[in-house]
Protein backbone atom coordinates (compact mmCIF):
# COMPACT_ATOMS: atom_id res chain seq x y z
CA UNK A 1 0.00 0.00 0.00
CA UNK A 2 1.15 3.56 -0.27
CA UNK A 3 0.66 5.30 3.29
CA UNK A 4 1.26 9.13 3.74
CA UNK A 5 2.07 9.84 7.46
CA UNK A 6 0.71 13.21 8.31
CA UNK A 7 2.35 15.32 10.39
CA UNK A 8 4.86 13.24 11.68
CA UNK A 9 8.65 14.13 12.40
CA UNK A 10 9.72 11.26 14.31
CA UNK A 11 9.72 8.74 11.59
CA UNK A 12 7.98 6.02 14.10
CA UNK A 13 4.77 5.15 12.50
CA UNK A 14 6.66 5.48 8.77
CA UNK A 15 9.57 3.36 9.46
CA UNK A 16 6.19 0.53 10.98
CA UNK A 17 4.76 0.32 7.76
CA UNK A 18 8.14 0.40 5.69
CA UNK A 19 9.48 -2.25 7.83
CA UNK A 20 6.32 -4.56 6.28
CA UNK A 21 6.81 -4.04 3.14
CA UNK A 22 4.52 -0.74 2.38
CA UNK A 23 5.79 2.60 0.58
CA UNK A 24 5.21 4.81 2.83
CA UNK A 25 6.57 8.58 3.44
CA UNK A 26 6.03 10.65 6.33
CA UNK A 27 5.36 14.21 6.17
CA UNK A 28 5.99 17.44 8.33
CA UNK A 29 6.62 21.10 8.56
CA UNK A 30 9.72 19.91 10.19
CA UNK A 31 12.63 17.55 9.34
CA UNK A 32 12.31 13.82 9.85
CA UNK A 33 14.43 12.57 12.73
CA UNK A 34 15.24 9.05 11.43
CA UNK A 35 16.67 9.26 7.75
CA UNK A 36 13.57 8.23 5.50
CA UNK A 37 11.21 9.13 2.93
CA UNK A 38 10.01 12.09 4.12
CA UNK A 39 8.17 15.39 2.75
CA UNK A 40 9.14 18.81 4.51
CA UNK A 41 5.51 20.62 3.75
CA UNK A 42 2.52 21.45 4.58
CA UNK A 43 0.64 17.85 4.08
CA UNK A 44 -2.39 19.76 2.53
CA UNK A 45 -0.20 20.43 -0.30
CA UNK A 46 -0.10 16.50 -0.91
CA UNK A 47 -3.69 15.17 0.13
CA UNK A 48 -4.85 14.80 -3.79
CA UNK A 49 -1.67 12.54 -4.48
CA UNK A 50 -2.54 8.79 -4.98
CA UNK A 51 -2.52 7.55 -1.31
CA UNK A 52 -4.48 4.55 0.00
CA UNK A 53 -3.98 5.15 3.82
CA UNK A 54 -3.50 8.13 5.66
CA UNK A 55 -2.42 8.34 9.35
CA UNK A 56 -2.54 11.51 10.82
CA UNK A 57 -1.51 13.25 13.61
CA UNK A 58 -2.16 16.80 13.96
CA UNK A 59 -0.84 19.15 16.66
CA UNK A 60 -2.56 18.57 19.71
CA UNK A 61 -1.69 22.44 20.60
CA UNK A 62 -5.47 24.00 20.54
CA UNK A 63 -7.13 21.01 20.33
CA UNK A 64 -6.25 18.88 23.59
CA UNK A 65 -8.11 19.12 26.83
CA UNK A 66 -4.59 20.30 28.35
CA UNK A 67 -4.95 23.79 26.74
CA UNK A 68 -8.47 24.17 28.29
CA UNK A 69 -7.16 27.06 30.67
CA UNK A 70 -6.64 29.15 27.03
CA UNK A 71 -9.39 28.60 25.44
CA UNK A 72 -11.00 31.87 26.09
CA UNK A 73 -7.17 33.57 24.49
CA UNK A 74 -6.63 30.94 21.67
CA UNK A 75 -10.09 30.83 19.65
CA UNK A 76 -8.87 31.69 16.44
CA UNK A 77 -5.52 29.08 16.69
CA UNK A 78 -8.70 26.38 18.24
CA UNK A 79 -10.63 27.21 14.76
CA UNK A 80 -7.93 26.63 12.66
CA UNK A 81 -6.74 23.75 14.28
CA UNK A 82 -10.66 22.37 14.03
CA UNK A 83 -10.47 23.20 10.34
CA UNK A 84 -6.57 21.33 9.66
CA UNK A 85 -8.52 18.32 11.63
CA UNK A 86 -11.48 18.43 8.76
CA UNK A 87 -9.39 18.74 5.86
CA UNK A 88 -7.56 15.71 7.38
CA UNK A 89 -10.38 13.25 7.71
CA UNK A 90 -12.32 14.53 4.40
CA UNK A 91 -9.26 13.66 2.96
CA UNK A 92 -9.88 11.84 -0.68
CA UNK A 93 -7.63 8.68 0.84
CA UNK A 94 -9.66 5.47 0.94
CA UNK A 95 -8.71 4.73 4.68
CA UNK A 96 -7.92 7.34 6.79
CA UNK A 97 -6.90 7.10 10.47
CA UNK A 98 -6.64 10.59 13.05
CA UNK A 99 -4.92 10.51 16.22
CA UNK A 100 -5.31 12.97 19.02
CA UNK A 101 -5.47 13.08 22.95
CA UNK A 102 -8.72 13.73 24.33
CA UNK A 103 -10.06 17.08 23.49
CA UNK A 104 -12.26 19.27 21.46
CA UNK A 105 -12.42 17.21 18.36
CA UNK A 106 -14.82 14.94 19.69
CA UNK A 107 -17.54 17.55 20.95
CA UNK A 108 -17.37 20.34 17.50
CA UNK A 109 -16.71 17.28 14.68
CA UNK A 110 -17.40 13.94 16.29
CA UNK A 111 -16.34 11.43 18.87
CA UNK A 112 -14.01 9.49 18.50
CA UNK A 113 -14.20 6.16 16.86
CA UNK A 114 -12.01 3.91 19.49
CA UNK A 115 -9.57 4.90 22.11
CA UNK A 116 -6.40 3.07 22.96
CA UNK A 117 -3.59 3.06 25.55
CA UNK A 118 -0.08 2.50 24.78
CA UNK A 119 -0.29 -0.52 27.67
CA UNK A 120 -2.44 -2.26 25.27
CA UNK A 121 0.50 -2.68 22.57
CA UNK A 122 3.31 -3.18 24.73
CA UNK A 123 4.19 -0.06 26.68
CA UNK A 124 3.50 0.23 30.97
CA UNK A 125 1.83 3.75 30.60
CA UNK A 126 -1.14 5.10 30.56
CA UNK A 127 -2.22 7.96 27.73
CA UNK A 128 -5.61 8.26 25.80
CA UNK A 129 -5.11 8.33 22.66
CA UNK A 130 -8.26 8.75 20.64
CA UNK A 131 -8.67 7.46 16.79
CA UNK A 132 -11.09 8.89 14.43
CA UNK A 133 -11.42 6.10 11.43
CA UNK A 134 -12.65 5.65 7.76
CA UNK A 135 -12.76 2.24 6.38
CA UNK A 136 -10.64 0.97 8.98
CA UNK A 137 -10.96 -1.68 11.92
CA UNK A 138 -10.00 -1.05 15.39
CA UNK A 139 -6.81 -1.96 16.29
CA UNK A 140 -6.50 -5.10 18.83
CA UNK A 141 -4.72 -4.87 21.36
CA UNK A 142 -1.33 -7.20 20.84
CA UNK A 143 0.49 -7.35 24.26
CA UNK A 144 -1.03 -5.82 27.08
CA UNK A 145 1.21 -5.01 30.26
CA UNK A 146 0.52 -3.71 33.65
CA UNK A 147 2.39 -1.77 35.81
CA UNK A 148 1.50 1.55 34.58
CA UNK A 149 2.48 4.87 34.95
CA UNK A 150 1.63 8.42 33.44
CA UNK A 151 5.12 8.93 31.90
CA UNK A 152 3.90 11.28 29.38
CA UNK A 153 1.49 13.33 31.92
CA UNK A 154 4.41 13.65 34.50
CA UNK A 155 7.19 14.44 31.78
CA UNK A 156 9.27 17.71 33.55
CA UNK A 157 8.50 20.70 31.56
CA UNK A 158 11.51 21.78 28.92
CA UNK A 159 11.59 22.83 25.58
CA UNK A 160 11.69 19.86 23.91
CA UNK A 161 8.49 18.21 26.25
CA UNK A 162 6.11 19.07 23.24
CA UNK A 163 8.45 16.56 21.00
CA UNK A 164 8.41 14.13 23.56
CA UNK A 165 4.40 13.93 24.35
CA UNK A 166 3.34 13.78 21.05
CA UNK A 167 5.69 10.94 19.62
CA UNK A 168 3.95 7.60 18.89
CA UNK A 169 5.34 4.82 20.54
CA UNK A 170 6.66 1.54 18.64
CA UNK A 171 4.08 -0.42 19.77
CA UNK A 172 1.28 1.19 18.44
CA UNK A 173 3.41 1.77 15.39
CA UNK A 174 3.47 -1.54 14.87
CA UNK A 175 -0.04 -2.65 15.70
CA UNK A 176 -1.54 0.39 13.04
CA UNK A 177 1.23 -1.19 10.29
CA UNK A 178 0.22 -5.02 10.60
CA UNK A 179 -3.48 -4.75 10.97
CA UNK A 180 -4.12 -2.07 8.99
CA UNK A 181 -1.07 -2.86 6.41
CA UNK A 182 -3.01 -6.01 6.02
CA UNK A 183 -6.16 -4.68 6.39
CA UNK A 184 -5.80 -2.96 2.91
CA UNK A 185 -4.20 -5.07 1.54
CA UNK A 186 -7.29 -7.48 1.73
Not at 5 to 12: D, Y
Not at 32 to 46: F, K
Request: aromatic residues 6%; charged residues 25%; hydrophobic residues 40%.
Amino acid sequence: MKVLVACEFSGIVRDAFLHRGHDAISCDLLPTERPGPHLQVDVRTVLSDEYDLMIAHPPCTYLAVSGNRWRAERREQEQEALEFVRILLNAPIKMIALENPIGIISTKIRKPTQIVHPWMFGHAETKATCLWLKNLPFLDATFPVPGLRARVHRAAPSPDRWKERSRTLSGLARAMAAQWGAHGQS
